[in-house]
Nanobody
């Protein structure tokens, strides 16, 4: 079981920036796929960005050009740099790790581990 520890988040005004971090605790492999999801109050968890072990990166249309996912392999950490934030970006952000090849990156059931979550609040 991959354990994920998140940090970052906070409150900003529209147009501001925040960075989220997610450290994973495996020594022998890089998780097949890691991703960031956002969950707004009363809504389902939706995918924001993902990075595969092959370094392929995908983004949700709503964040393209504003968010950047990256990984530092030496630090075993995945980041989500969020720029030009909008109130619609408000929510809890979770990182997830998929250990094996499975399904769409948008499907939450394909992730075997989740971080504890980080709150992001964007005010207008």
């Amino acid at each position: 079981q991959v354990q994920l520890v998140q940090s970052g988040g906070g409150s900003v005004q529209t147009g501001g920036s925040l960075r989220l971090s997610c450290q994973y605790n495996v020594d022998t492999y890089i998780p097949y796929r890691m991703a960031w999801f956002r969950q707004a109050p009363g809504k389902e968890r939706v995918g924001v960005a993902t990075i595969y072990s092959s370094d392929v990166i995908l983004y949700a249309d709503s964040v393209k050009g504003r968010f950047t996912i990256s990984r530092d392999k030496a630090k075993k950490t995945v980041y989500l740099q969020m720029n030009s934030l909008d109130p619609d970006d408000t929510g809890m952000y979770y990182c997830g790790a998929a250990k094996i090849v499975s399904g769409s990156w948008l499907d939450t059931t394909t992730y075997s581990s989740w971080g504890q979550g980080a709150r992001v609040t964007v005010s207008s």
